[in-house]
């Protein structure tokens, strides 16, 4: 990765931010997958009808409008003179960069779509989802830190931090229910 990023112009002349970075990867690969536990521990209640894909929608449905929110708030908070055409790219590439967010979600999506057409259990639909997310949070930790120039030891450390996160969820959970 060149360090040394010179942003390319828009065709008006005026530059475009410069592109983000694997730890911009890491913020949405982790809020994403935090956002789908805590969504996964809280659509199930114990002695409510299960209803997995219902559930699957609304993961999905809050992972892409917390995206698209967040977005908007990251344009608006970094708002730059130009024309509204200009103003109108910057607000599409800062959508557009919350896609990591939307994927983090996508297992759990998938593991809720899988339950309802299998008909699994919510109780170890939810344990499932939740340990998947744990280790998912260990993985985006340490892969996006090693990509960033930390060395082995310390992104597995980063990634046993950010599985910590997906442990407070689990342990909220078992708390709370």
């Keep these: 990765m060149n360090e040394h990023h010179h942003p390319q112009p828009l065709p008006s002349g005026a530059p475009l931010p410069p592109?983000?970075?694997?730890?911009d990867w890491m913020f949405g690969g982790v809020y994403g997958t935090v956002l789908a536990s805590a969504l996964l521990a809280a659509l199930d209640q114990k002695g409510g009808e299960y209803t997995p894909l219902y559930d699957a929608s609304w993961v999905l449905v809050t992972a892409v409008t917390a995206g698209a929110a967040h977005g908007y708030a990251h344009h608006m908070a970094t708002h730059r003179d130009g024309g509204p055409g200009r103003r109108w790219r910057l607000l599409a590439v800062a959508l557009?960069?919350?896609?990591?967010m939307v994927a983090a979600t996508l297992p759990t999506v998938l593991l809720l779509v899988g339950a309802g057409l299998a008909d699994?259990?919510?109780?170890?639909?939810?344990?499932?989802?939740?340990?998947?997310n744990t280790a998912l949070l260990f993985g985006w930790g340490a892969f996006v830190a090693v990509r960033v120039g930390y060395?082995?030891?310390s992104a597995l450390l980063i990634g046993l931090a950010d599985a910590t996160i997906g442990l407070a969820v689990i342990v909220a959970n078992a708390l709370i229910k």
């Design 151 to 153: 060395r082995l030891r």
């Design 96 to 100: 557009w960069n919350e896609w990591p």
């Design 19 to 23: 592109p983000r970075r694997g730890a």
């Design 120 to 132: 699994w259990d919510s109780y170890g639909v939810t344990a499932v989802g939740l340990g998947l």
